[in-house]
């Protein structure tokens, strides 16, 4: 007869690992996509700039570009969760058994959420008043209503970084449930 040990300081062991090619390769997806999302922002964040401080001619190109963007910026955001969330299930990490991998998996829902609640109909609008400033209509649009995203997004995804090189807070306690007697 054989016991396990699920005690606090030793968890089982994940129930599949990956072979040490697919999990770099897995590692290396996860990796350039974090990396893309980042440089994807700071684009979004140079050409919303572009489109307050610029001259017209300039800011409407900058604006009419912004929806280039958000395909792959959404692509990348999607292959950095499905592939945490392999790392995360096939290693000794888990999902939910650590602070920072929890986190991790938060902000890249949100963020991941947020592109299409919020970012992809601003950049609609900024992308029409793009549009509008190269034919010489006025409208009542301000780019200043879509220049938090690209200043919270890489914010956040550098949190992200940072906590998944330092790891800390350690392991998320799990209540103990008492067993119910039988009566």
Not at 22 to 34: C, D, E, F, Q, Y
Not at 105 to 117: G, K, M, P, R, Y
Request: net charge positive.
């Amino acid at each position: 007869m054989t016991a396990t040990n699920t005690t606090p300081d030793r968890l089982p062991a994940p129930a599949r690992r990956l072979r040490p090619g697919t999990r770099k390769a897995v590692l290396a997806a996860h990796l350039i996509s974090m990396g893309a999302w980042i440089g994807i922002d700071i684009v979004l964040a140079v050409l919303i700039v572009t489109g307050l401080l610029a001259a017209p001619g300039t800011a409407a190109i900058a604006l009419q570009a912004l929806p280039l963007l958000l395909p792959p910026m959404l692509i990348a955001s999607l292959v950095c969760l499905v592939s945490g969330l392999i790392l995360a299930v096939c290693s000794r990490y888990g999902i939910v058994r650590h602070w920072w991998v929890a986190i991790k998996l938060a902000i890249n829902v949100v963020f991941s959420t947020l592109i299409v609640v919020a970012l992809w109909p601003g950049v609609d609008d900024a992308a029409e008043h793009g549009r509008n400033l190269a034919a010489g209509v006025p409208d009542a649009f301000t780019a200043d209503q879509i220049l938090y995203p690209p200043i919270v997004s890489p914010t956040g995804l550098v949190l992200a970084v940072l906590l998944a090189g330092y790891k800390p807070w350690g392991r998320i306690r799990r209540r103990r449930i008492p067993a119910r007697s039988a009566p």
